[in-house]
Nanobody
Framework: VHLVESGGAFVQPGESLRLSCAAA????????MGWYRQARGKPRELVAL????????NYTDSVKGRFTISRDNSKNSVYLQMNNLKPEDTAVYYC????????????WGLGTQVFVAS
């Protein structure tokens, strides 16, 4: 297993979660890393990206100001701090190197489920 996501849970709107992803060095090292999500019945979408050195980040508009992506290169890990969660954030969240964004599911982990409801 090269990607292991964790931290998903059932939460109420307005609450926070921190997702973690442990990646194999062959995937993590030297690559832009991203968090993606897939809601039921919808295609997987990009949520956030973090540069190799962690100094630059990008977010999809719907999460700007609420989510923060970060990485720890000493641990081959990437994180997603999610604040002020909304029901529309409900999805399975995945991490991966951005270069593998369009690769089939064999190149992805199992993801972690986030469910936001009151």
């Amino acid at each position: 297993v090269h990607l292991v996501e964790s931290g998903g849970a059932f939460v109420q709107p307005g609450e926070s979660l921190r997702l973690s992803c442990a990646a194999a060095k062959m995937i993590f090292a030297g690559n832009v890393m991203g968090w993606y999500r897939q809601a039921r019945g919808k295609p997987r979408e990009l949520v956030a990206l973090v540069s190799v050195d962690g100094g630059s980040t990008n977010y999809t508009d719907s999460v700007k100001g609420r989510f923060t992506i970060s990485r720890d290169n000493s641990k081959n890990s990437v994180y997603l701090q999610m604040n002020n969660l909304k029901p529309e954030d409900t999805a399975v969240y995945y991490c991966n190197a951005d270069v593998y964004r369009d690769y089939p599911k064999d190149y992805w982990g199992l993801g972690t489920q986030v469910f936001v409801a009151s």
